[in-house]
């Protein structure tokens, strides 16, 4: 299995306050991405790294903002948490972008109350 | 509406049983891969398929993409328990850094 770590694993935080949820790799790979996984909509792509300081938007960014000092470490942010944030998020990992591979870390469940 | 539509959205069916899972778009994908997701875990990569007309096996499960690259399916032949699970499709489109996912097919196979 990758070296992909989450944490908090779970979390209740209330509407207003701020979120930091932590992926940590070992496999020292170039990209990283955090996806939210809501019933029937799969995987939807939050924001994405290609390097260290290098991070570009997906489809559901408004709300998130991430930042990747290190390699190992993307960290993803919730300004101020709204119930509509209330999901299991996913960090993945892969070599290279595009079709390659994404190795993924057993979720964060993050309930905004 | 997704870019990828998976159907159906769910399956129940009984061991032994075939099925068959659908991934539908109407954009052109340069690769297309299929993860199963067990409860309280991530997805699991099982297949990647580049090449439209690609027809992959990997033991009881035939993966096909289409001519056009715009779709593709999953065939499970002889359903098990253990093939139990959320199974999702991705695609890359052209020169990207992203996958998209489709919305998932849920399947119990019934022992």
């Known amino acids: 299995d990758a070296g992909i770590t989450q944490s908090p694993r779970h979390k209740v935080t209330e509407t207003g306050t701020p979120v930091t949820l932590r992926c940590h790799q070992t496999?020292?790979?170039?990209?990283m991405y955090w996806y939210r996984q809501d019933p029937g909509h799969g995987l939807r792509l939050i924001h994405y790294s290609y390097g260290v300081k290098d991070t570009d938007k997906g489809e559901v960014s408004d709300g998130y903002s991430v930042s990747r000092s290190k390699t190992e470490d993307f960290l993803l942010t919730l300004e101020s948490a709204t119930s509509s944030q209330t999901s299991v998020y996913f960090c993945?990992?892969?070599?290279?972008?595009?079709?390659?591979?994404?190795?993924f870390g057993p979720g964060t469940r993050l309930l905004v109350l | 509406t997704q870019l990828l539509e998976q159907s159906p959205q769910f399956l129940s069916i009984q061991e032994g049983e075939n099925l068959t899972v659908y991934c539908n778009s109407s954009?052109?994908?340069?690769?297309l891969q299929w993860y199963r997701q067990e409860p309280g875990e991530g997805p699991v990569l099982l297949v990647t398929?580049?090449?439209?007309?690609e027809v992959k096996k990997l033991k009881r499960l035939t993966f096909q993409f289409g001519d056009a690259r715009k779709d593709s399916s999953l065939h499970i032949t002889a359903a098990q328990p253990g093939d139990t699970g959320l199974y999702l499709c991705a695609g890359e489109k052209a020169a990207g850094n992203k996958l998209t996912f489709g919305g998932g097919t849920r399947v119990l196979v019934k022992p």
């Open positions: 398929v580049v090449t439209g007309g």
């Open positions: 496999e020292n790979h170039r990209y």
């Open positions: 954009s052109v994908f340069s690769s």
């Open positions: 993945a990992i892969s070599e290279a972008g595009g079709g390659e591979t994404q190795y």
